[in-house]
């Protein structure tokens, strides 16, 4: 631990030409490019060719999280507009939220968001509880009122085609704010493709929350503390793992959340347990990873946590290279870009890890 690198905050660093930060999706799911990162060598290639890329044996692991319609436009009871961005569903007619105004709201205001009224019952650190005060379910305002939570790097208003792309083909459990986005370049045409292949398929569930957004403000790293996000590692998804390791295959997890959840469940004692937990599972370089083989994943922000877990996963020189190789490709980043395929990297000293 004395020897491992002190890796800090600027040196995740990197300009990105903002031409690259994609606004909208490729026509179709699988139209994306994918890198292929294995240690120092890079290959340009196709999404439509990741079957080729695994092994029969592997496992593919997914986060069937579904997003919410979570951004709210309101008035507040001064007549003020405001934003209401849900980050956490903790009933049928409560929740947590963000909240974006001139003002502050206060705690026991209302909100109006077309018939329903929100109430502020309290504070939560950076975030409000709110209720539903009369008549009316939280799930039927987000229907009928919610928009989908595009990034704050797309610099545009959601739109009807948002509804269905910012949201991957599996998605089956309600409760995240932010897709998780390595699973968007999934069609049915490609998970019928990787089943033909033999390659086997599992799932977890982790609400991906708004917090995935919110920037590292420390140059030290161990002074990070991360958001809390809920997840749940199903009991069939650690019999698949089992076998996976059985036959000789990998486990691939598709996206950083998918990550995060294997390796929190066994974070303690490198056990895979099946069960919910919350977590805040900070990983940056020295991190000793005990469940996930590959990783298929986007490009993330600079300066993020996810940056700082690929750089965890596939070694820190891997990959500033490989993004240095994607920028003068001309690979489209972030949420609605392109896609790398990462081989875990030799593990190092250190790590910079809050459970």
Known sequence: MDNAPAYRLSDFDFALPPELIAQAPAAERGASRLLHVRGGRLADC????????????????????RVLRARLHGRKDSGG????????????????????????????????????????????????????????TLEALLETHGEVPLPPYIARPATGDDAAR???????????????????????????????????????????????????????????????????????????????RERGGRVVAVG???????????????????????????????????????LLTNFHLPKSTLLMLVSAFAGYATIRAAYAHAIAGRYRFFSYGDAMLLERGPAVPGSAVSP
């Open 256 to 294: 950083t959340t998918t990550l995060r959840a294997l390796e929190s469940s066994a974070a303690s004692d490198g056990v895979l347990r099946a069960g919910a937990a919350e977590t805040r599972l900070f990983i940056s370089p020295g991190f000793e990873f005990r469940v996930v083989d590959r």
């Open 81 to 136: 507009r405001i934003e209401v961005m849900i980050e956490r569903i903790l009933g049928p007619r409560e929740a947590l939220a963000q909240m974006r105004a001139s003002h502050a709201p206060r705690v026991g205001s209302a909100l109006a968001i077309g018939p329903f009224r929100l109430v502020v019952a309290g504070r939560d650190d950076r975030l409000y509880r709110v209720r539903i005060d009369g008549e009316g």
């Open 166 to 244: 910012y949201q991957t083909v599996y998605a089956t459990q309600p409760g995240a704010v932010a897709a998780p986005t390595a699973g968007l370049h999934f069609d049915q045409a490609m998970l019928a493709a990787l089943a033909g292949r033999g390659i086997a398929s599992a799932f977890v569930t982790l609400h991906v929350g708004a917090g995935t957004f919110l920037p590292v403000q420390s140059e030290n790293l161990r002074e990070h503390r991360m958001h809390s996000e809920w997840f749940d590692i199903p009991a069939a998804t650690v019999t698949a793992v089992a076998a996976a």
């Open 46 to 65: 196709l999404f439509r060719e990741l079957p080729s890329l695994l092994d029969p044996r592997d496992l593919l692991v997914f986060n069937d999280t």
